[in-house]
């Protein structure tokens, strides 16, 4: 069975395989992967032992990026979250039920967020000390730019805290070159291609330092977390050994592939061959083919009578490969995720299982409903 779906994804045996240990996490076998390991994703996102420090946090990315927030951001402060899709609504109502405030603002659905709205947004409110940014929106598709709407940040003087969940690994990301950005959070089991269970932040120390106090929250504070390692300790409360060994594999297969720009490379492979096999099938993408990111892909719902996504879902998962059960756009499209441990191949055998799922359950006017 294929995990055609933007994370968790498909790992490789190897990976799976590293799971088979015991550790205990202080121990001596451990505590050089714990380390290593963070060596290891700093130096995936170009940052710096001298400014930045490389966290690792037991869970999934809603609990990193609430980290985040509370950790970097004072309570009752401000923070304008470009509307990108279903994730910056849910970094919105991370930030708001954490006590901050969430200043939402609009942009297209369907095409990069336009760095000249933000630079207006925070012209206009002095008092908005961050911006939030969904890299690549999970929801629709489309891949943000940091890089663009940094500079907006750093020329006025905010700071940015980058939700890099379904990015980090395959898209670029340069922290030395991005001194604006405090944080930016991912998890394990996306485009790194390791099993779910361990988050991660990138985090400016001095930017973490200035906030110590402010979490809230013992179990989602930073700089407690920062200052323990500082001093030279370990983890402060269980981490999840196993699922840390296995990333330490999957990123030794990043390093073969020829790090994120060839991941990029196959990534891309991959959504052209599900974005085009869609469309051979007479299915509608969501996104233009300019706009169409290589993390996920979105296909209209057909407007046949007899679609129906569960029945969809199952019959494609009768056929090898197992895709999202839910929508997450305001008009119904099916999602399909183009990473993991898969290549442009694996991809014409989803296209084939898609259409003769279609064909099975006799969908025969497949143009948006
Ligand atoms: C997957 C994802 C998350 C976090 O999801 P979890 O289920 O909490 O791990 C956050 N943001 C984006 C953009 C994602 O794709």
């Not at 609990?63 to 509307?83: D, H, K, Y």
């Not at 007479?282 to 996920?296: D, E, F």
């Not at 490969?321 to 290549?343: C, D, E, K, M, Q």
């Amino acid at each position: 069975m294929k995990l055609l779906i933007p994370g968790p994804v498909t790992t490789h045996r190897s990976v799976r395989a590293a799971l088979a240990r015991d550790f205990a996490p202080w121990d001596a076998a451990f505590q050089p992967i714990y380390h290593g390991l963070r060596a290891r994703l700093l130096r995936l996102g170009n940052g710096a032992q001298a400014t930045h420090t490389a966290l690792i946090l037991p869970g999934c990315g809603h609990f990193v990026t609430e980290a985040a927030i509370r950790s970097l951001i004072p309570p009752g402060g401000r923070i304008l979250v470009p509307m990108t899709g279903a994730y910056a609504e849910r970094m919105a109502r991370l930030a708001r039920e954490a006590g901050r405030v969430p200043v939402p603002l609009p942009v297209s659905p369907v095409a990069p967020a336009d760095p000249d709205s933000v630079r207006r947004a925070l012209l206009a409110d002095p008092s908005l000390g961050h911006v939030g940014l969904v890299y690549s929106e999970t929801a629709t598709g489309v891949i943000h730019d940091p890089a663009a709407i940094g500079a907006v940040v750093r020329a006025l003087g905010r700071r940015m805290i980058v939700d890099a969940v379904s990015a980090f690994g395959a898209l670029p990301l340069d922290l030395a070159a991005q001194p604006e950005i405090d944080a930016a959070v991912f998890t394990a089991n996306k485009c790194l291609e390791g099993i779910p269970g361990a988050a991660f932040v990138l985090a400016r120390a001095d930017r973490l330092a200035a906030g110590a106090g402010q979490a809230g929250s013992w179990s989602f504070d930073l700089a407690d977390v920062a200052a323990r390692l500082a001093q030279g300790e370990g983890p402060r409360f269980t981490p999840p050994a196993q699922v840390l060994a296995a990333l330490d594999v999957a990123l030794d297969r990043l390093d073969a592939e020829g790090g994120p720009p060839a991941r990029l490379v196959r990534y891309r492979a991959n959504s052209r061959v599900l974005y085009d096999g869609m469309r051979g099938l007479g299915l509608t993408p969501v996104l233009a083919p300019h706009a169409q990111g290589p993390i996920v892909i979105n296909i209209h719902a057909p407007a046949d009578p007899a679609w129906n996504l569960q029945a969809f879902v199952d019959a494609v998962k009768a056929r090898g490969f197992v895709i999202s059960n839910f929508y997450n756009t305001a008009r119904p499209s099916f999602r399909l995720g183009a990473i993991g441990a898969l290549r442009p191949a694996d991809m014409k055998h989803a296209v084939d299982a898609i259409g003769a799922a279609l064909e099975s359950l006799g969908i025969h006017e497949r143009k948006a409903a």
